[in-house]
């Protein structure tokens, strides 16, 4: 007997089209950029709870934006997760849990293999089921800088204002930025635990 999963069921889903226009994106950048910057760390929530700076595994620059600041863009993109949720997912109880993270990759920027989830479960629930990376630059903006899913080569072709939508336990990563400067904003979406 072959057991397959729904036909509904997909753990990585692109927006058809993008979710913010060329302004908007400038505005979210500007709301990250007007915010307190530090390197990006690793491990527990990078840098919310305590993460390490690692430069072997991570070289990026970071700042979270307020819930208040950003009202209207945490709003259409919690919609957008919903029905991505309900069409693609199907997890349950999700709800946007953290602030969004404004991320800058310089040249040279990276981010190594990882997953976004807690893999030793030692967060109390809501727990990390939903990733979602907007890119904000214009592709003409930097080289490389490639988010890839899965596996090397498996690149995840975003435009400006663009989404990207993934379980958190999927494996992923930015290859090394080569020219310019690549500008993201990443959320989490959390829920019940896994069942």
Known sequence: MIITEPRWRSFVVETTKPIFTPKQCQMIIDAGRSEPKRSAEVGNNEGVKGGVLDTKTRTSHISWIPFKKMTEMYKDIEKIMKTTNGNHFGFDGMTLTEFAQYTEYPEGGFYDWHVDNDINC????????????????????????????????????????????????IRHRVTPVIRGNRKSLVMWFGGTPFK
């Open 122 to 169: 030692a967060h109390e629930p809501p727990v990390r089921k939903i990733s979602m990376t907007l890119l904000l630059s214009p592709e003409s903006e930097f080289e490389g800088g490639d988010l890839e899913l899965m596996k090397e080569g498996k690149v995840a072709k975003i435009k400006q204002g663009q989404a990207i939508f993934f379980a958190s336990f």
